[in-house]
T-cell receptor, first 113, second 111 residues
């Protein structure tokens, strides 16, 4: 079964700092790499996603860096805020066809004020 | 534009019982996917429905079954509940692409 490895499991960052979460995948045939944000008691919400034809995508304080040769992609949160404290999941498409996702195990981010 | 609505929000069942969870997809979305999220884990794909037909299934036993209705709402049924079925069950709708909108989930506890 398709594996996606996410690290670290948890992360504590000072307010204003940079949060970095990494994700490694196996299959090279994917065309969509999203990051989801989940607050307690809520379902995951799409934060930002990238296609493999670009190496970086930025939306506000959130940036995805994509390294196709290393089969890795990372989420960078600049100027981290206490409101960013949540669980973050990377995901990749399943190996079978269709729009189904395999999620990483998640990273619990805590931003200290 | 309404989001994805799931009901009930919480549920407690006894081992061996059956449960039905419900999901109303976001307006305009024709695809519904169900995920199981155990505590401290990422969501695990159960199955997907597209225009009332099952369109892919994850590594879940046949006692997990589902339906999609003409209005694209959906049900997840679980028979012969086991303690390990305790989890947050998430419904996500999309319009055939990867742009999922998740509901807030149903927290199922099996005792």
């Amino acid at each position: 079964q398709q594996q996606v490895k996410q690290s670290p499991q948890s992360l504590i960052v000072q307010k204003g700092g940079i949060s970095i979460i990494n994700c490694a995948y196996e299959n090279t045939a994917f065309d969509y790499f999203p990051w989801y944000q989940q607050f307690p008691g809520k379902g995951p919400a799409l934060l930002i996603a990238i296609r493999p034809d670009v190496s970086e995508k930025k939306e506000g304080r959130f940036t995805i860096s994509f390294n196709k040769s290393a089969k890795q992609f990372s989420l960078h949160i600049m100027d981290s805020q206490p409101g960013d404290s949540a669980t973050y999941f990377c995901a990749v498409p399943r190996e079978d066809n269709g729009n189904k996702l395999v999620f990483g195990a998640g990273t619990i981010l805590r931003v200290k004020s | 534009e309404t989001g994805v609505t799931q009901s009930p929000t919480h549920l407690i069942k006894t081992r061996g019982q059956q449960v039905t969870l419900r999901c109303s997809s976001q307006s305009g979305h024709n695809t519904v996917s169900w995920y199981q999220q155990a505590l401290g884990q990422g969501p695990q794909f159960i199955f997907q429905y597209y225009r009332e037909e099952e369109n892919g299934r994850g590594n879940f036993p046949p006692r997990f079954s589902g339906l999609q209705f003409p209005n694209y709402s959906s049900e997840l049924n679980v028979n012969a509940l086991e303690l390990d079925d305790s989890a947050l069950y998430l419904c996500a709708s999309s319009n055939s692409g990867y742009g999922y909108t998740f509901g807030s989930g149903t927290r199922l506890t099996v005792v």
